[in-house]
């Protein structure tokens, strides 16, 4: 029962075939078996989630019918929750408890659903490998030799690995999506705005976006159904109506007009990865969707623009870290410059504190035209690209990453790390929805396919990424490894 999508565990609960508690009870012994291999959580709640548990059958037998109702969860440890460590992957926030849910959490509690516990992730979600966490790599799934993606690492390998039905991820940069396609699942951002920022800690405020981790594009669709709103608590929440987004699922894609980026298609692109991309077109072909190149003139420049934003806004959102009123503090301090110091050298990993100071150098004084404000001039022109592109296609689809699942501590220079994210970065600058799902396989890795479309059309992308899985298989591929008992 445990390898099944949301939607068919929804399904089973409602028909009495499976109790929440029994349910729960088989994904906490699931990740007792393999959480010490993979390294997916950092906290596990089994008292709590069995309570939850026992609450969602009783409210069932009431008549509750929440389409979520019962099923088990795993939050990233990014997103705050009352009582229990909030982590973000550092040693700065090692013994973190909130006093309070953030809002993501709070509409899943509302919802009923069961949490397991709290995922692994890079530092600060700083990192396209979950190898910068201060709890440990996160393995992949697939090859426990191979990282699983990042910075949402943790979530994705422990949907990968069965371990959960669903979980939460963020994404600033590619951190849904790049772990999904590395994991063999489904990961989708959603557009900038559309869900609630308030209580997730904070890497690059105009970037960070949360979204659905998940095993199908329906399952992102009834996920986000209870993520997305309006929260007065955000100021950069949007006011617009939320629609059911499984209610377009299985709309018809005869005349869908598909972009191809010539960009996505170049140098650095392995052979697998296109030829994946390509068979996957040609599906589409089959369901009467037309094939266009389009061109993103700008998007060799998304990297260097993220790069430069990106760490501009985390010097000033670290800046709160300083041992003064909540998280790690140095021992001993000589004074209070001596505490601020050795508490962020202590606190901080290597790449966090590489970030700090270039955001910090960026915005400088004598740099910030130079640096800072060009960027901000470039990411402009990004998102130009992308609407000239829509007003000729539909969507935008090409790889998440230009290869499968690399080696752990096989990149070693930072420049070629943050060359992972070379096709997901654009989406995050324009904040458009965007998706990954699974449409192949090279050497026993999953290869991950990306869909786009324009500002708030989130039920255009999960329509179209729900009729490939309604005619493929490959989001239904499971890790051989992990096969055992699920």
């Known amino acids: 029962m445990i390898k099944s999508t949301v939607a068919e565990l929804s399904l ?17 012994n699931r990740i007792a078996q393999y959480n010490g291999e993979l390294n997916a959580f950092i906290t596990v709640c089994e008292e709590s989630a069995l309570e939850q548990a026992k609450a969602a059958d009783v409210a069932r ?4 019918t929440s389409s979520l109702l019962g099923i088990p969860l795993a939050h990233k440890d990014i997103f705050c ?25 709070e509409r899943f509690s509302d919802a009923g659903v069961v949490m397991l516990g709290k995922t692994n992730m890079d530092e600060f979600a700083m990192g396209s490998s979950n190898e910068t966490s201060f709890f440990g790599a996160v393995k992949n799934p697939w090859n426990t030799a191979c990282v699983p993606g990042g910075s949402s690492g943790g979530s994705a390998a422990a949907v990968a690995a069965d371990l959960c039905a669903m979980a939460t991820g963020t994404d600033t940069g590619g951190s849904i999506r790049q772990p999904a396609a590395f994991c ?8 900038y705005g559309r869900v609630s920022r308030w209580g997730m800690i904070a890497f690059a405020s105009s970037l960070d976006q949360a979204g659905p981790i998940c095993k199908s594009a329906e399952d992102a669709a009834l996920m986000l159904n209870v993520m997305a709103g309006l929260d007065s608590k ?5 006011d617009k109506p939320v629609e059911d987004y499984t209610a ?7 005349g869908l007009r598909i972009g191809v980026p010539k960009q996505h298609f170049a140098e650095g692109l392995s052979s697998e990865v296109e030829q994946a991309i390509r068979d996957a077109l040609a599906e589409y ?33 670290l800046s709160r870290y300083d041992g003064v009123r909540y998280g790690y503090r140095c021992e001993n301090p000589v004074d209070l410059e001596d505490m601020y110091k050795r508490t962020r050298s202590e606190g901080f990993g290597e790449e966090v504190k590489r970030r700090i100071m270039i955001g910090t150098y960026a915005l400088s004084a004598g740099f910030y035209d130079a640096y800072y404000r060009k960027a901000q001039k470039i990411r402009r022109l990004i998102k130009v690209d992308f609407s000239n592109a829509f007003k000729e296609v539909d969507v935008i689809i090409g790889p998440t990453s230009p290869h499968t699942a690399f080696k752990l501590g096989s990149k070693s220079d930072p420049v070629s790390m943050y060359l992972e994210d070379i096709y997901t970065i654009a989406v995050n600058l324009a904040g458009l929805p965007a998706i990954s799902i699974p449409a192949g396989s090279a050497n026993g890795l999953p290869i991950g396919m990306h869909i786009v479309a324009g500002d708030f059309e989130e039920a255009k992308v999960l329509n179209v990424a729900h009729q490939f899985q309604k005619h493929t298989d490959w989001h239904r591929n499971k890790p051989s490894a992990m096969a055992k008992e699920a």
């Open 248 to 254: 377009t699922l299985n709309d018809s894609l005869q």
């Open 234 to 238: 955000d100021s950069t929440s949007i």
């Open 61 to 64: 037998a009431k008549g509750d």
């Open 12 to 28: 089973a609960l409602a028909a009495g075939d499976i109790s929440s508690v029994e349910l729960t009870q088989a994904y906490l």
């Open 285 to 317: 072909e089959k369901m009467g969707a037309i094939i266009k190149e389009v061109d993103l003139p700008n998007s060799h420049l998304s990297v260097p623009a993220y790069y430069v934003i990106a760490p501009a806004e985390a010097s000033a959102n």
């Open 81 to 105: 929750t009352e009582g229990i460590t909030t982590t973000c992957g550092s040693r700065m926030l090692g013994n973190f408890v909130s006093p309070y849910n953030a809002t993501v959490v």
């Open 184 to 191: 063999g699942i489904t990961g989708f951002k959603p557009s």
